[in-house]
């Protein structure tokens, strides 16, 4: 399943990394904030060399729904709570800084992306139910209203609140304004941010799976190929480090988010980014198509529906609620154009952690956490650690410490964990099928074999292929995802193609084959892309 952007062509492929190099950084991984990263530390007089074991926005970046906001998912009231008022100042700071960013680079590079600067209203389903005569004051839900004053106290520039989204299909009810978001053509603006990099003399080599990776003196990343990269700075962004086995990753959670996009005629819906305060929650943004709003028709996308990652496997169910939700608030939609999903790094604290990773060397940085901002996040990203690199200061580097322990999130961390350790119970159950028979072709299952426990995937010739059910990361068996056909560790978010190639970490190996050598025909069995 693919997104609006992704496997049309927008990205170009990149060679491999055939030799031994040197460089002043090496960033790993050419999502959003590996590219950015690298972008601003070359302008800045680096020389820099960016891994991606796949295509240039080939994990969550290809999959993401692209809104540019800084009303974020967790709330202006919730970070003031958990960060201060200070924090949640920071916070606004950031990620408006970050979209201006990001059109600067646009702008400035020459970048046709769909770059657009559009209005976003973040209503409460029941706030129909609410308003006061069309001639007063609309009277906001308790939820809104809070967060509107906190909103506020952050700086967040504009905010305000309004009667009603302005839509003709159906009544948001009081709700706030947001002005100046903006959406964009994710892999667009990646391909040209790695080409303008490359004409400053940055170099991507893409098909190069990093390893080993190394801080300190002698700091370097080798390669699945026996190639090398020598350097003085590492800046790990692969959504979430594959680099760091267990700090990191037990202070966030993986999300799995569910998207669709559905056609539109061309005009019949406004322009704009909508949220609502459900949970999980619904979000909305249109993109014209052909690009820039020529004739034709848009897409509506509409997302949500998000679970914890490997927890659930009703992704087709999850897709026909967010079409139901969109049909009955959008009428004229018609078919359904593309679906996909996507995964969410959600901190326990609702900020990304970026910066040095924490019980690591001091010249070893990491991006991850986005929270389901990862284009600003990632941008932010960028920032912030060309700046400490740069040994210059940057008022960012407190709130995005990825060190820190926020005392007002310890029951959220807590469950967090208790969670994870829930998941290694299934090393005690039995299969999920009690037989590799039971299994369909083009599906897969988890079976027990004596103490151990093994991942089956029939393709669709009616093959059986085995792999080692553990994860490779801290050893949680993993399950399958019927709608993606991958395997997803429902420990830390880990997934892996049907064959068991590695696709996102934390894992960094993959799946152990059971039947000698990986078949060699991967993408006739389904393992053709990583987006």
């Known amino acids: 399943m693919r997104s609006p952007w992704s496997g049309n062509g927008n990205v170009r492929e990149r060679p491999a990394l055939s030799s031994h190099v040197r460089a002043d950084v090496c960033v790993v991984g050419a999502g959003i904030a590996g590219l950015s990263t690298a972008y601003l530390l070359q302008r800045d007089g680096a020389q820099v060399v960016v891994l991606d074991d796949g295509p240039i926005g080939g994990g969550q970046t290809g999959r993401t729904t692209a809104h540019l906001s800084n009303a974020l998912d967790d709330r202006y009231g919730e970070l003031e709570r958990l960060h201060g008022e200070s924090g949640a100042r920071l916070a606004a700071e950031s990620h408006t800084s970050a979209i201006a960013r990001i059109e600067e680079i646009a702008r400035d590079e020459g970048i046709d992306c769909d770059f657009a600067r559009v209005d976003g209203f973040l209503f409460a389903p029941e706030a129909s139910a609410l308003q006061a005569p069309p001639t007063t004051l609309p009277t906001l839900s308790d939820l809104l209203q809070e967060e509107l004053e906190a909103a506020l106290r952050a700086g967040v520039p504009g905010v305000e609140q309004v009667m009603r989204a302005p839509l003709a299909s159906f009544d948001t009810g009081p709700c706030l304004r947001f002005p100046a978001q903006a959406r964009i053509e994710p892999l667009r603006y990646l391909e040209g941010l790695a080409r303008a990099f490359e004409r400053l003399g940055g170099q991507v080599f893409t098909g190069t799976r990093a390893t080993v990776i190394v801080g300190g003196k002698d700091a370097h990343v080798d390669t699945l190929g026996g190639r090398r990269v020598s350097c003085a700075h590492v800046v790990v962004a692969t959504n979430t480090p594959v680099n760091d086995r267990f700090v990191i ?74 079409e139901s939700w969109a049909r009955e608030r959008f009428p004229s939609v018609e078919g359904v154009e593309q679906r996909w999903s996507g995964q969410v790094m959600e901190p326990s604290d609702g900020v990304a952690f970026i910066g040095r990773n924490p019980s690591d060397a001091e010249n070893v940085y990491v991006a991850t956490g986005d929270s389901g901002h990862g284009m600003t996040h990632g941008t932010i990203a960028g920032m912030l650690i060309c700046d400490l690199i740069a040994d210059r200061p940057n008022p960012w580097v407190g709130l995005y410490d990825p060190g820190r322990l926020t005392v007002g999130a310890a029951t959220d961390l807590l469950s967090e964990n208790l969670n994870v350790a829930a998941q290694y119970v299934d090393w005690l159950r039995p299969g999920s099928v009690s037989s590799e028979e039971e299994i369909a072709n083009g599906s897969g299952a988890v079976l027990r074999r004596g103490l151990t426990k093994i991942a089956v995937y029939r393709d669709d010739d009616g093959r059986v292929h085995r792999l080692g059910a553990a994860c490779p990361h801290l050893g949680c068996i993993v399950s399958w995802n019927s709608v993606e056909r991958t395997w997803v560790c429902p420990c830390h978010g880990s997934r892996f193609s049907c064959m068991g190639r590695v696709l996102n970490g934390p894992a960094n190996h993959d799946l152990t084959p059971l039947d000698g050598a990986a078949d060699e025909q991967e993408t006739k069995h389904g393992e053709q892309e990583q987006v």
């Open 249 to 322: 990753h037990a202070k966030q959670a993986p999300y799995t988010t569910y998207a669709i996009a559905l056609r539109v005629a061309h005009g019949s819906v406004p322009d704009l980014l909508l949220w609502d305060t459900e949970d999980p929650y619904h979000y909305v943004r249109l993109q014209p198509v052909p690009p820039n709003g020529g004739a034709g028709h848009d897409l509506l996308i509409v997302g949500g529906e998000d679970h914890k990652s490997g927890q659930a496997d009703d992704g087709m169910e999850r897709f026909a609620r967010l």
